[in-house]
C-alpha cells in the first residue's frame, strides 16, 4: 500500500474538528494570578499563536485545556465538551494532541515504540490477546504500525526508527515529539514551542511539517513559539499574554501594530 | 537497538519480529536443546537447584513487570508468594481441588488482592507507594501466623506449617485404566508440538541461511519420537505401564517430575511476558514509568494501568506462590517474610531491571550463589569436623556478604544489570575491531 507523503491514512477516521473557545478562564496558584479572565476561540483548521514575554501563563493556558490544571473560573470548550470537567486521559480520545515544552518522550523507548504509544487509545485488545501475541493481537498491531509509518514519512524520521528516543539529538527529539502527538490522528494539535532552541534549518524543517499537517490533514494548530518571525509568517491570527491578561488577539498585522502589544515587547518608552 | 545489516524486511510483520536475525534463532533452539537435556544430565540434586531458580524466575518476571517496567517498587512481594501458595495449598489441602486448577485459582486469587493494594497507587508514588505495598506484607504475614484454619498438624502438634499433599505430575495408573484416552491426548499433544513448529518455521522462511532450519527439526523429531514412543507402549497391551515408569512421579518428592512441570510453565510465562511488552498495554506501562504526564496526555488512564499492572504482576507471582507450595511438603510464613521481598528486589536490580531475560538472569544469581558458595566451602574445608563445624558457622555470614556485595558492583559497574553487561559484552564482540 502506497501512500503519498501528505495523505492522511484512509483506515483511520480523523477526529472532528471543533472550534475551541476558552471563556474568562482565571487561575490561581496561591496569590499568584496565572491567568486573569481570559477569553480567546480558535477555529478549525486555523494556525493560532499564543504569544507572550516569559512567566505570561501561555504554557499554564494550555495546560489549562489539557486538563493538567483546574482553572478557579471559566470553562473551556472544545464543541459541546467543557474541558475543565474531562480527566487528561479523555483528550486524546476528544482529538486533541500536545508536544511538550521541555520534552516529555520515553527516553527508554524506541523511536518506533514512542509514536506506537500514540496510537495506544485507538487500539482495543485486551490482556489476553497481548499475553499472547497472536492472531487478534498481532493483528492489531501491525496495522497501527502501518499509520505510524505514514507519520514516520511525513516527519522524516526513518532513519532513527529502531533508535532509543534517549540517544537522539534535541531536533530529533522535538521531531519524534511532534510525530508521537500526530499518532493519535488528532483534530486539535497543541504545540508549546516546537522551535525552542534550534538552528534556522531545524526551525524551517518544523515549520514545513507543522504547514503540512495544518494544509493537508487539516488539523487545528495552537501554537506558543518565540520567535517572532515565523509566528507572524505562519498564523492566521495570535493572541498575545501579559501577566496572564490577554492584551492583544487578531491577524498577525493587527497584533504587530497593536500599541499595548508594542509596550509590552518592549517597555514603556519603546511604545 | 540498531538494525541488522544484510536483512531486508517485506512487510511489518516480519520488521517486528522478535528474534530476526539467524544466529538469535540458533541459539534460541540451543536453549530449547539445553532445556530438554538437562534432566537427562543432571543430578537429582542439581535438578533442586534448577527447579528453584524456575520458582524465582516466574517470581522475578512477575516482579519486574511492576517495579522493572511499570516503575511502582513493591515491597509486597513475599506477601503475594504467600498468596499464591496459600491459596493453592489450601484448595488442595481443604477442597481437594485437582493441583493444575488449584495453581490457576491461586494465582487468580493473588491477582485480585494484588490489584486491591494497587489501588495506593492513585494518590502514591515512588518511596510512598513502596511503604504502601509494604502493608500487605505485615498484614498477609499476621494472617498466616494468627488465623488457625491456615495452621497445620505436625507430629500430633498444631503449627505454622501448612501441609500439602503429594500430588502426581502423571498419574501412570489411570492411564493404564484409560489407554484410548491417553493416547488420544498424546496425538492432540505431537498435533500441537507440530503446528507450533509449523508456525515457527513459517516466520523463518525468508531466511538465506539453513542451519537454524535443521536444528529445528531435530528438537521436533526428538520431541514426537518420545511421544510415539508412548503411544506405542499404550497400545501393547502385555506392557503394564508401572513396569515401564517405575519412578514416583510426585512433585514435591521427583525432581524430575517438578522440572517437567515448572520448564514449560516458566518458559510459558517468559513468553508471555515478552509478547506482553510488544504491545499497547506493555507500551503504557512503560510509559507510566518513564513520563507518567505525557502518558496521561497521550490518553493513557494511569490509574487503570498502574492497578492492571499490579494484577499481571500478582498473578504471576502468585503462580511462582503455587509452584513453590507444589514443590514443597509443607509451607510456612518464614519462607515469605520481608527478606524475601528484599531477595526479590535484588534478583531484579543485578539481573536488569525492565528487562524479561534480566529477571531470570538475576534468579539463577540469586539461587545459585549461595549454593556455590557452599560446594566451594565443603571443598576447602574438607572432612575435617573441627574445620567444618568452623565453616558451618561462617557460611552465613559468607553468604550475606557476598549477596550485598554483589548487588553494591552491579550498581557501581552496571547498573543495567547482567542483562546490560551481557549485551555490552555481545556489541564489543559485534562491532569489534572498531570501538563503536
Known sequence: MVFSRFERPYEDNPAPRHALSVENVSLRFGGVKALSDVSLDVQPREIFAIIGPNGAGKTSLLNCICGLYHPQEGRILYGDVNLVQTPPHRLAHLGIARAFQNIELFTHMTVQDNLMLGRHIHMKKNILDALLYWGRGQREEIEHRRFVEHVIDLLEIQHIRKQLVGSLAYGLQKRVELGRALCINPGLILLDEPMAGMNVEEKKDIVRYVLDINEEWGVTIVLIEHDMGVVMDISDRVAVLDFGILIGLGTPDEVRNNPTVIQAYLGEEGG | MPSQSGIYHEDYASDMQLRPTTMQRIRQIAIVAAVLLMPFILGSNELRIVNQVLIAAVGAVGLNILTGYTGQISLGQGAFLAIGAYGCGLMMAFFNVPWPIALL???????????????????????????????????????????????????????????????????????????????????????????????????????????????????????????????????????????????????????????????????????????????????????????????EVMGVNIFRYKVLSFMVSSFI????????????????????????SIEYLAMIIIGGLGSVSGSVYGAAFIVILPELLRTLGRTIAGTDPASLSQFNRILPFAQQGVFGAAILITLIVESGGIRKIWQNTKDYFRLWPFEY
Not at chain 2, 506392557?239 to 510459558?268: H, K
Request: net charge neutral; proline share 2%.
Open chain 2, 105 to 295: 485459582l491461586g494465582a487468580s486469587i493473588t491477582a485480585i488482592i494484588g490489584g486491591f493494594f494497587g489501588l495506593p497507587s492513585l494518590r502514591l508514588k515512588g518511596l510512598y507507594l513502596a511503604v504502601a505495598t509494604l502493608s500487605a506484607q505485615v498484614i498477609v504475614e499476621w494472617v498466616i501466623k494468627r488465623w488457625d484454619p491456615i495452621d497445620g498438624e505436625l507430629d500430633g502438634r498444631t503449627t505454622d506449617a501448612l501441609n500439602i499433599p503429594s500430588n502426581l505430575l502423571v498419574n501412570w495408573q489411570w492411564v493404564d485404566a484409560n489407554r484410548w484416552l491417553a493416547t488420544v491426548g498424546i496425538v492432540i499433544l505431537i498435533g500441537a508440538v507440530l503446528w507450533v513448529t509449523w508456525r515457527l518455521q513459517s516466520n523463518f522462511q525468508r531466511d538465506r541461511f539453513m542451519a537454524y532450519r535443521y536444528l529445528l527439526y531435530v528438537v521436533v523429531g526428538l520431541i514426537v519420537v518420545f511421544l510415539s514412543g508412548l503411544i506405542v507402549i499404550l497400545q501393547t497391551p502385555m506392557l503394564s505401564l508401572q513396569d515401564v515408569f517405575t519412578e514416583d512421579w510426585r512433585l514435591n518428592g521427583n525432581e524430575y517430575a517438578f522440572y517437567c512441570f515448572a520448564m514449560p510453565v516458566t518458559i510459558l510465562v517468559i513468553m508471555a511476558a515478552t509478547n506482553l511488552f510488544r504491545t499497547h498495554i506493555g507500551r503504557a506501562f512503560i510509559a507510566i514509568r518513564d513520563q507518567d504526564i505525557a502518558a
Open chain 2, 317 to 340: 507471582v502468585g503462580l511462582a506462590g503455587g509452584m513453590l507450595a507444589l514443590h514443597s511438603t509443607a509451607i510456612s510464613f518464614e519462607r515469605f517474610t520481608i527478606e524475601v
